[in-house]
Protein backbone atom coordinates (compact mmCIF):
# COMPACT_ATOMS: atom_id res chain seq x y z
CA UNK A 1 0.00 0.00 0.00
CA UNK A 2 0.90 3.22 -1.20
CA UNK A 3 0.02 6.14 1.14
CA UNK A 4 0.74 10.13 1.74
CA UNK A 5 1.08 12.09 4.83
CA UNK A 6 0.99 15.53 4.39
CA UNK A 7 0.28 19.07 6.61
CA UNK A 8 -3.52 19.22 5.62
CA UNK A 9 -4.91 22.41 4.35
CA UNK A 10 -8.10 24.06 2.40
CA UNK A 11 -7.07 21.18 -0.05
CA UNK A 12 -8.30 18.96 1.93
CA UNK A 13 -11.39 20.66 3.40
CA UNK A 14 -14.02 18.39 1.48
CA UNK A 15 -12.86 15.28 3.72
CA UNK A 16 -13.89 17.12 7.05
CA UNK A 17 -17.13 15.32 7.43
CA UNK A 18 -15.60 12.09 6.75
CA UNK A 19 -12.99 12.19 8.93
CA UNK A 20 -15.66 13.39 11.94
CA UNK A 21 -17.82 10.24 10.99
CA UNK A 22 -14.20 8.47 11.14
CA UNK A 23 -12.91 10.31 14.81
CA UNK A 24 -16.95 9.46 15.63
CA UNK A 25 -16.48 5.73 14.49
CA UNK A 26 -13.17 5.19 16.43
CA UNK A 27 -14.14 6.65 19.49
CA UNK A 28 -17.64 4.15 19.73
CA UNK A 29 -15.28 0.95 19.17
CA UNK A 30 -13.33 1.58 22.07
CA UNK A 31 -15.93 3.05 24.10
CA UNK A 32 -13.98 6.30 25.07
CA UNK A 33 -15.63 9.90 25.46
CA UNK A 34 -13.78 11.48 22.72
CA UNK A 35 -15.61 14.37 21.72
CA UNK A 36 -17.75 14.62 18.61
CA UNK A 37 -16.02 17.11 16.50
CA UNK A 38 -18.04 19.84 13.44
CA UNK A 39 -16.44 19.44 10.35
CA UNK A 40 -15.84 23.04 10.43
CA UNK A 41 -13.76 22.99 13.28
CA UNK A 42 -11.88 20.12 11.38
CA UNK A 43 -11.55 22.64 8.71
CA UNK A 44 -10.26 25.48 11.11
CA UNK A 45 -7.27 23.19 12.35
CA UNK A 46 -6.36 22.23 8.74
CA UNK A 47 -6.34 25.95 7.94
CA UNK A 48 -4.13 26.54 11.09
CA UNK A 49 -2.04 23.79 10.27
CA UNK A 50 -2.56 21.80 12.93
CA UNK A 51 -3.39 18.91 11.28
CA UNK A 52 -2.11 16.04 9.60
CA UNK A 53 -4.09 13.68 7.36
CA UNK A 54 -3.03 10.49 5.18
CA UNK A 55 -4.39 9.64 1.69
CA UNK A 56 -4.45 6.35 0.02
CA UNK A 57 -5.03 8.08 -3.20
CA UNK A 58 -8.42 10.00 -2.76
CA UNK A 59 -9.30 8.08 0.57
CA UNK A 60 -8.90 9.39 3.85
CA UNK A 61 -6.70 6.59 5.86
CA UNK A 62 -6.35 8.79 8.93
CA UNK A 63 -6.07 12.10 10.31
CA UNK A 64 -4.29 13.82 13.40
CA UNK A 65 -4.69 17.23 14.75
CA UNK A 66 -3.20 19.28 17.63
CA UNK A 67 -4.82 20.73 20.19
CA UNK A 68 -3.34 23.68 22.70
CA UNK A 69 -4.40 24.99 25.67
Not at 33 to 43: D, F, L, T, W
Amino acid sequence: MQFLIIVANNSHYKYAKSICNMIESAAKVRCTGIAQRKPKYIQQKMKESKAIIALDEAKVIGFCYIESW
